[in-house]
């Protein structure tokens, strides 16, 4: 009898211990958790209330309270509280932080709110608690101090209390940390929805996705800023941007072509704005009648953008008020074009002096962003007809003055965010156009020689899908918006 109750103690006490503990290997947890139904926590609320949940994610915070101990479990941007009792309350209570657990309990309604989680209605009553990766006690920075604000860093100074600050620089050392804070995932879904939108806009328009060559023979934009290589034995460099192949595409018969794609920059621009590597937004087309065709595009696709974010992505901008708060941009249904030479006026009636047929300076930029807003109440506009001399060579000069060119810029927050224009077709002009530009035309032969071929007037843009998302949201710093910065200065991690 004694031996018989003494057996079935040992049997519970094993059971116990498989109720918690480090177990890393995934058909082993199956095993222990079954009858628990995989679950999002985002997904949970009220009406969940008494179903048997398993959950995985990272515990955020770990907090013990007398005999009880309280995880934050966090799924992406959602969280929730996860009550822990029993003899697992030691093991809950040594977990380091961010190390990531399988919970396996029941949802439960809390007596009151838990404020600090998104998913406030409900949390867990943990009955099964598992480690599978264990962060080091130690973490270089944490979520919690990655995610405050400015303000509320300086409000604590001023305050006099201390609070841990996280530099640029140390984020990006420490990025997967970084990411895993509530802006840097909202704005990285956000970077997702601009690209979903940008594809389905120009869909609808008749573009056709294509995928160019980023190995190519020669600079595709002019000047030095370009990574050279040795590609088997022969001079290359990456592609600073499609331009010169959606070009021979469109030659190539496609009336209208797209592309989402890496661009490579060695400019020794250490900026706010500027990255050695960034996502390109670009699009080529035939043009009918004038040149115009392309900018009524853009106008489509990016009010198309920004009506997308703002119609569907409510929870995200949220998300990145709460540590980087920005104004709402404001834009027009319709698109405002502005000639370079009234913007011009408008900058030499507001006392700034600028070269008339020079390219505008960052400073002159802003400001004129500043008067357009004032005066038609929009931060995105469109600038038009740029100086033939300060565009790439393969832009098309003005038939009525050829000083001038038929391209344009379009403005964010009083900056430059997309460049597009007509394109050369006529490879005699282009080939005179890429020599006064110091080009090597023997290392783009194949491309001046598409045009001979018979190629239709065509024009196209280009933008980057970071700088889109950093201005859109006013976030200051573009490795804001780079998942893994590429800029003058970083090639890690």
């Known amino acids: 009898m004694a031996s018989g109750d003494g057996e ?110 998104t998913q406030q209605e409900v949390e867990i009553q943990v009955q099964k608690l598992y480690c599978i990766s264990r962060a080091v006690p130690k973490l270089p920075i944490s979520v919690d101090d990655a995610s405050q604000s400015e303000e509320e860093v300086a409000s604590a100074k001023a305050a006099g209390k201390q609070r841990a600050h996280v530099g640029q620089d140390k984020r990006l050392d420490y990025r997967v940390i970084d990411l895993r804070t509530l802006a840097n995932q909202a704005i990285f879904k956000l970077e997702s929805e601009v690209e979903y939108a940008f594809r389905q806009a120009l869909r609808s328009e008749g573009f056709v996705c294509i995928h160019t060559p980023k190995l190519i023979s020669g600079s595709s934009e002019g000047g030095a800023a370009v990574f050279k290589l040795d590609y088997k034995g022969q001079p290359a460099c990456l592609a600073q941007s499609p331009q010169l192949h959606k070009q021979m595409s469109v030659s190539g018969g496609f009336q209208r072509v797209f592309e989402v794609g890496p661009v490579f920059r060695a400019e020794d621009s250490n900026t706010h704005r500027h990255l050695c590597e960034f996502t390109g937004l670009d699009a080529e087309m035939t043009i009918m009648d004038d040149y115009s065709e392309v900018c009524d ?172 998302v950093m201005l859109f949201c006013g976030l200051g710093n573009i490795r804001k918006t780079s998942l893994f910065p590429r800029d003058t200065k970083r090639l890690y991690p």
């Open 297 to 468: 595009v853009v106008d489509k696709v990016f009010v198309a953008i920004f009506n997308h974010l703002n119609e569907n992505c409510a929870q995200e901008l949220e998300f990145i008020q709460r540590q980087h708060p920005f104004k709402p941009l404001k834009y027009l249904e319709k698109t405002l074009h502005i000639d370079f030479s009234e913007g011009i006026r408008m900058l030499k009636e507001a006392g700034v002096d600028v070269d008339p047929m020079g390219d505008l300076s960052t400073e002159a930029e802003r400001k004129l962003g500043e008067l357009v807003r004032d005066k038609y109440d929009t931060e995105f506009y469109m600038l038009c007809r740029y100086p033939s001399a300060v565009r790439p060579f393969y832009t098309m000069p003005c038939s009525d003055d050829p000083l001038y060119s038929y391209s344009f810029d379009v403005f964010v927050r009083g900056e430059e965010i997309i460049s597009g224009a007509q394109r050369v077709h006529d490879p005699e002009l282009l080939t005179s156009q890429a020599k006064a530009r110091g080009i090597d035309v023997n290392s783009i032969a194949t491309y001046i020689d598409s045009f001979r071929y018979g190629t239709p007037p065509h024009g196209g843009f280009g933008a980057g899908l970071e700088r889109v």
């Open 8 to 117: 079935k103690h040992r049997e519970r006490e094993e059971g116990e211990e498989e109720a918690y503990g480090d177990v890393a290997e995934l058909g082993a947890l199956r095993q222990r958790q079954a009858g628990y139904a995989w679950a999002d926590v985002v997904a949970l609320d009220p009406a969940a209330a008494g179903r048997a949940v398993r959950l995985r994610g990272a515990a955020q915070k770990v907090r013990a309270t007398g005999r009880i101990t309280f995880i934050l479990l966090r799924q992406g941007t959602a969280t929730v509280q996860c009550v822990v009792s029993g003899e697992a309350v030691p093991f809950a209570k040594g977990l380091p932080r961010e190390s990531v657990v399988d919970v396996a309990g029941v949802v439960a309604l809390p007596r009151e709110h838990v404020r600090e989680t």
